[in-house]
T-cell receptor, first 110, second 116 residues
Framework: QKEVEQNSGPLSVPEGAIASLNCTYS??????FFWYRQYSGKSPELIMFIYSNGDKEDGRFTAQLNKASQYVSLLIRDSQPSDSATYLCAPYSSASKIIFGSGTRLSIRP | GAVVSQHPSWVICKSGTSVKIECRSL??????MFWYRQFPKQSLMLMAT?????????EQGVEKDKFLINHASLTLSTLTVTSAHPEDSSFYICSAMILSSTDTQYFGPGTRLTVL
């Protein structure tokens, strides 16, 4: 079983709508999670870090963590074409390593 | 925000040659840096963890004698791909960690290696 499972997509969302990206993880010991965004041919950039159950909001982005269900999600409100990218969910391990999932490709259609 | 640079941004080399890639943290000190490799349409795969002043820790399946890592200072880590072959062609990305409550990693822009 992979450490992190993400729907590879592509997930197509109309401009202005809410994009919902989901991630499940297998290690119950994972306490915190990163969401990174990666444009094609570029390196990842950090969007959110979440470690507490519940929601964390930053601008148009909201991360949600449910440790009991081993589930973490990222919501993007008012989606813009510039949000089209691959979104990577990554649990933070005690060894300071980030193990990335395969990512979800998001496409925002005008 | 924290800035991490890589040099070169792209390199083309002949099969059998060695290629060195530099990763620098520009505005902070990083005791730990990480090296990733990404093949087209695949996710980033962690290759090794580089600690300043000590030997790198390699992930399972990564040949330490082929991918030499040197972390000589708190701002510089290098990855040398020795005797490169076409199958080593990939996007190599480093990241540097800021020690904090979140231990956030910041990524360099990546180096695209093409081995002919």
């Amino acid at each position: 079983q992979k450490e992190v499972e993400q729907n590879s997509g592509p997930l197509s969302v109309p401009e202005g709508a809410i994009a919902s990206l989901n991630c499940t993880y297998s290690d119950r010991g994972s306490q915190s999670f990163f969401w990174y965004r990666q444009y094609s041919g570029k390196s990842p950039e950090l969007i959110m870090f979440i470690y507490s159950n519940g929601d964390k909001e930053d601008g148009r982005f909201t991360a949600q963590l449910n440790k009991a269900s081993q589930y973490v999600s990222l919501l993007i409100r008012d989606s813009q074409p510039s949000d089209s990218a691959t979104y990577l969910c990554a649990p933070y391990s005690s060894a300071s390593k980030i193990i990335f999932g395969s990512g979800t490709r998001l496409s925002i259609r005008p | 925000g924290a800035v991490v640079s890589q040099h070169p941004s792209w390199v083309i080399c002949k099969s059998g040659t060695s290629v060195k890639i530099e990763c620098r943290s520009l505005d902070f000190q990083a005791t730990t840096m990480f090296w990733y490799r990404q093949f087209p349409k695949q996710s980033l795969m962690l290759m090794a963890t580089s600690n300043e002043g000590s030997k790198a820790t390699y992930e399972q399946g990564v040949e330490k004698d082929k991918f030499l890592i040197n972390h000589a200072s708190l701002t510089l880590s290098t990855l040398t791909v020795t005797s490169a072959h076409p199958e080593d062609s990939s996007f190599y990305i480093c990241s540097a960690m800021i020690l904090s409550s979140t231990d956030t990693q910041y990524f360099g822009p990546g180096t695209r290696l093409t081995v002919l």
